[in-house]
């Protein structure tokens, strides 16, 4: 008999373990995502900032898997898992599972401020950032309409909540834009009224890089006219206004969240494994605490047995990729009789790219900045994109827009039918 495993989510974790039991004809594969594609997060703000198309980082996950006769796509969102079934229930049909793994990853957390999840932008999927895409251009037409100064000035303003890797990356395509793109394009705007903010509740921008890389993002960002506040969060967001913890405020239409995630609710889960920042507890093997046959992954999950990581692992991609190769060399094992292994986290480092020709890369030993840094960027992240038609389309892409500073694809798209019905 095989064994059927469901995995829930074809992201970094899900697609990792999937490609590593790809062809083990003991195993039949469900892969079930809301989504018909994967796709690669670290460059959804080039998505947001029209600097490439949605194409050249998502893949679909039929073609994906087409060659590989154990593999099956269900295309629906998870409602709930039925534990003593071993069923889940999704929006789109049933299935029985003899293993479950959860690698749903995380949603924007906005820490209960009603009117920010209301108002602000998220920026965590190829949804929002095509939503954030067309809100930046409609409101640099209404900019350029707009007699009104106050008025100008608030359509104008950029706020980025959050100074991680994707709020700095944000602020650095944001702010070049506006001086390449909006300068020429929109000669109606004066830029001396915008303002690019970017805000961190904590003392530094990429609290978790280096102190060289913390320091590079802030000299270069104000270099490029970025107003950095640090030590402040955002409190509110009401009429247009964002309400800072120092009492001050900024006038905008558009405060963008890149602020914290939170793991995606999985109902039907026990509570007591469920842990710090909505994570699913699970072992050493990434099994979910409190339960049988099911498992989580990457993002969504908190392991805390390992001696280097007592907090849990970085929701970073590495850890999702690693963890899901782990599991699936795991199942193998359970197959063979084997003893399984213990996960355990090969940090190869980070890097943010600042601007252009300029990034941070801390590596486990040694950190360095400036073009080469910049060229190791780009580098890494075409290398695991999946498809060379993909990798070379961004290179290519990419090879264009930085010697002419000028992306071509800002189009305001709302696909309708005839009726105004939308999808
Ligand atoms: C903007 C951004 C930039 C980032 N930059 C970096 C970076 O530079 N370096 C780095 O290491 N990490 C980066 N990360 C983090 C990295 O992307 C995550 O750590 C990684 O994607 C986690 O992988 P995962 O497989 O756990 O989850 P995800 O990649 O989030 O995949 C989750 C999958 O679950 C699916 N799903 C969600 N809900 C449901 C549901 N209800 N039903 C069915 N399917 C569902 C989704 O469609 C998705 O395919 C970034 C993240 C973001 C958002």
Known sequence: MKKHIIIVGGGFAGINLIKSLRGDKRFRITLVDKNNYHFFPPLIYQVATSFIEASNISYPFRKLFSNDKNVSFHMGSLIRVIPESKT?????????????????GTESNFFGMENVQKCALPMKNIEEALYLRNHILLTLEEA???????????????????GGP??????????????????????????????????????????????????????????????ILLNVSVKDYNNCKVILSDGSSIETETLIWT??????????????????????????????EHTQNIYALGDLCLMLSEEKYPKGHPQLAQVAIQQGKNLAANFQRVEDEKVLHPFGYNDKGSMAIISKFNAVVDLPKHSFKGFIAWLTWLFIHIIPLIGFRSKVQLALDWFRLFITNNPSIRLILHPKRNTGETL
């Open 166 to 227: 994707t709020g700095v990356e944000l602020a650095g395509m944001l702010a070049e834009m506006g001086g390449y793109i909006a300068q020429k394009e929109y000669p109606e705007i004066k830029l001396s009224l915008s303002n690019l903010y970017l805000i961190d509740a904590l003392p530094s921008l990429l609290s978790p890089m280096s102190a060289m890389a913390q320091k590079t993002a802030y000299e270069k960002l104000k270099e490029l006219g970025v107003k």
């Open 88 to 104: 889940i229930e999704t929006d789109t049909g049933n299935l029985h599972y003899d293993y479950l793994v959860l690698a749903l």
């Open 259 to 288: 602020s914290g995630v939170i793991g995606r609710e999985v109902p039907g889960i026990p509570e007591e494994s469920v842990g710090k920042g909505r994570r699913l507890l699970v072992d050493a093997y990434n099994k979910v």
């Open 144 to 162: 350029a309409r707009n007699k009104d100064i106050r008025e100008a000035e608030k359509l104008q303003n950029i706020v980025i909540a959050g």
